[in-house]
Structure formats: C-alpha cells, structure tokens
C-alpha cells in the first residue's frame, strides 16, 4: 500500500504501512527484495508526526524527555502509573505457538525462555539501555494449522482474528515458519487504531532460544520484531538522509549492517553505525543494546499509543494541577 502519509489529517486515519511490517531477514536480509519493503522518509516523518501530535494532544507536551521518569516526575509519574509497579511498563504476554501437528511445536520452556531473553534485553541487561519495559507470560496457546503455520503473513488475518486477546497494550506474540529470507513480521503502534485486529508480533519459531536458525536462535528476533510494536524504526531507516530513525542518539547508518562487522562507520554525519543494536539486521550474537533514546522514544510511544485509555486524562489533570 502506498499512501502519502503526509495528507493524512491528524489522528483521523489509519497509517501507510509497508507490507510486511518488518523483514528481519536471515541470510539475504540485504539483498533487492528486502528493499521495497522500507519506510520511505515521508513514511517515517509521518508516523513521527503522528507521535508527536498525540502526545501533545494526550499529554500537551511532546518532549519525549518528559516520559522519562527521572526529568518530568509530574508527566511521568502518571505515564508510568500504568501498570502500578514502581514505573515500570509491565507488558502481558500471549504467546500463541502455531504448528503443522509435526514441526513448530515449541514447548514452554523454550516460550518462557525468550521471554526471559525479551526481559533481559529490554531491562539493560544485555549491555544497553534499561527501557523500563518488561514482560509478563500470561497464556500459552498451541494451535495445528498447518497453513497459519506454513504462511503466517498470507493467513494473518484469520489466525489473528482466531487467536488474538487483550487490547492495545497487550503482546500477541505468534511463532511459526515465517519464510526463508525473513524472520519475523510486526506493527507499529501507530497502526493500532486502523487495524487493531492485527496488532502483534509473529517470528520463525526456530529464532526462539536454542531454535535452528544458526546466529540468529538467541530469542533477538522477537526482541527485535517488539522494538517495531513498541514504536521503533531501523536504525538505518533512511540510511544517511535525515530524519533518519528519528531518536538521536542511533547515528545514521547507510545500510543494515550484516554479520557482526568489527566496527563500520558508513555516513558522513558524526558516529559509528549502530552495529550492535537490536534495532539494526546484524546477527544475534552481534545484538546487545537499545540506546537511551531508544527507550524514551519507547515510554513515549507506549504512552501515546498503548497505554490504558484514561491514563491521558489523568496526567492532564495532574500536570495542570501540580
Ligand atoms: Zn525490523
């Protein structure tokens, strides 16, 4: 679908989407077909646009600094009463595992596995940034479908329609065989209002912890797919041309990097490229970090976009009250 994004009026529609949403990719994930598949800049200043837009209207401040707990206690505090735990942002988890009765049949404890590795990455604890997120495993479903299972993308509409619990701050999170040169596909918050059926992760099952994929059975692959459904863009989106990813503190970065390169610096502007990023295409064991900026970029979109609805008129109310 191509839509220019940048005629669509505020919070009135649905946002133009690449299809699939995101193409972590294996072995060719840099090759040509990878390509038709990236936001183009008027695709990514629109969905910036639209956070910043909400938040101001939610919020009426679009500092995404103010949803950092530790800069704007009256906006955060508020913001981080989501969940009612000391500001954290406790995402519930359904895994739903898809099977062909004979392959994909991932048991339990690999599912609570890569939560654990959705935790520790996202909890800073792989090397970067803590984002304040974490997860909580609330079902597990097994279904046999062997065409859901064989083409997930092509059958989402009814897997999901079949499967899917829980609102908008809820994690679906599918496992089945996604394809040879992608590993996983999600949405972006900003597409929740135009298809809220849709709204969740779906990733190879053998990217999950011990899976078969070789370098890429760390469980990053979901961590990687999240970062996409909590409101982040690759770090080479737009490769050297502005705005880029839109959270500073990622420099630009011409290409996906693949492998792990020692070190590569491919843009003119300041800093090297974020080869270690889970928003980047490098191999699992090349992953490591989201950045500070990541995380903001995160608690303000989980704010904008996820978080319970009336937590906005709240945070008004405090923030004009206090
Ligand atoms: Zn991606």
Redesign the pocket.
């Known amino acids: 679908m191509t839509v220019a994004i940048g005629s669509v009026p505020a919070m009135a529609g649905r946002i133009a989407e690449p299809e699939p949403g995101?193409?972590?990719g294996a072995a060719q994930r840099a090759v040509a077909p990878r390509d038709r598949d990236a936001l183009s800049p008027a695709q990514v200043r629109g969905m910036l646009g639209d956070l910043r837009r909400i938040l101001l209207a939610k919020f009426g401040t679009a500092d995404e600094a103010a949803f950092d707990p530790a800069r704007r206690p009256a906006v955060a505090a508020a913001a981080f009463a989501i969940n009612r735990l000391g500001g954290k942002i406790v995402i519930p988890v359904r895994f739903h595992v898809i099977t062909n009765e004979r392959l994909g049949r991932v048991p339990k404890s690999r599912v609570v596995r890569q939560v654990a590795a959705l935790n520790a990455a996202y909890g800073g604890r792989t090397g970067g940034a803590d984002t304040g997120v974490s997860f909580r495993l609330t079902s597990v479903s097994v279904t046999a479908n062997a065409r859901w299972f064989t083409r997930p993308k092509q059958n989402e509409r009814a897997m999901m329609t079949a499967l899917r619990r829980g609102g908008r701050g809820t994690l679906n999170l599918y496992s089945a065989v996604v394809g040879v040169e992608v590993l996983g596909f999600?949405t972006f918050p900003q597409w929740y209002r135009g298809r809220p059926g849709l709204d969740g992760v779906v990733v190879d099952y053998r990217s999950l912890p011990n899976g078969g994929t070789a370098h890429f059975n760390r469980g990053y692959t979901a961590v990687?797919?999240v970062?996409?459904w909590l409101g982040l863009l690759?770090t080479f989106e737009n490769g050297c041309v502005p705005p880029g990813d839109g959270v500073a503190d990622t420099p630009d970065e011409a290409a996906p990097t693949e492998g792990c390169p020692a070190g590569k610096d491919t843009c003119p502007a300041p800093g090297a490229d974020p080869a270690h990023n889970f928003?980047d295409y490098g191999n699992d064991d090349c992953m490591r970090e989201f950045t500070p900026g990541q995380a903001r970029r995160i608690r303000a979109s989980w704010a904008a976009y996820r978080a319970p609805v009336g937590l906005a008129a709240r945070t008004r109310a405090r923030t004009q009250s206090g």
């Open positions: 995101c193409v972590l999600s990687h797919e970062g996409h690759h928003m």
